[in-house]
């Protein structure tokens, strides 16, 4: 499922604040380098200077942390976060997390063919088929590779790339969307070898079969 949701992505656009209110709107997907601080102050956890990249987070949609705390908690304080800005949000136990938001480009999406029916959400049971282009190390684009159709929910738990994830958000069954994936939503600095290089961008072609 990862090699091939790990090699789908999220759609939406880039991430950006979302002004003065108390919480943050529904639907506003953020990348976020966090720490998370001891009451004595000292640094418990942190994925600053993470190769895997930032931690992904959808305002309005719960997800479990990588650290021992209560979303909500976390997420109540997120509202208004821009690009570059660090923020300290209060949680549980004295403990605090400092959060900075990274501004990323979201993926390039083309609709080729309209769908009908209940849009996919994050949290919804998708069924799609996937076609995914990589670039070879001689800058050329590889052979398509075809994906059997998946179906699992539509969860950052389930291993979808974060570009492929945004990408199948609002989806309607029957619709077919090309998307163009910056690395940073993708594999990142990692890459998937031997399949995949470090840094690459990547092109996908997902057709969403069924919504449940």
Do not use: Q
Not at 37 to 56: E, I, M, T
Not at 122 to 140: E, F, I, K, Q, Y
């Amino acid at each position: 499922m990862r090699a091939l949701v790990g090699a789908a992505v999220l759609v939406a656009s880039a991430l950006a604040g979302c002004g003065d209110e108390p919480a943050p709107p529904t639907g506003i997907h953020l990348a976020l380098r966090y720490a998370l601080l001891l009451p004595d102050g000292r640094v418990a956890d942190s994925n600053r200077g993470d190769p895997a990249g930032p931690l992904f987070r959808t305002t309005g949609f719960p997800e479990p942390l990588p650290f021992a705390a209560d979303p909500a908690d976390l997420d109540a304080g997120l509202g208004g976060l821009r690009p570059g800005e660090r923020r300290r949000i209060p949680i549980s136990g004295g403990r605090a997390v400092v959060v900075e938001a990274e501004a990323l480009p979201g993926p390039s999406i083309a609709v080729l063919r309209e769908g009908r029916g209940a849009p996919a959400r994050l949290g919804t049971r998708v069924t799609v088929r996937l076609v995914l282009a990589v670039p070879r190390p001689d800058g050329l684009w590889g052979a398509p590779t075809v994906e059997a159709p998946v179906d699992v929910p539509l969860t950052r738990a389930e291993g979808w790339l974060e570009g492929i994830l945004r990408g199948v958000a609002g989806m309607r069954p029957g619709e077919v969307r090309r998307l163009e994936i910056p690395a940073a939503l993708g594999y990142g600095r990692l890459g998937w070898p031997p399949e995949v290089p470090p840094d690459a961008d990547l092109e996908a072609e997902v057709e969403l079969l069924a919504v449940r």
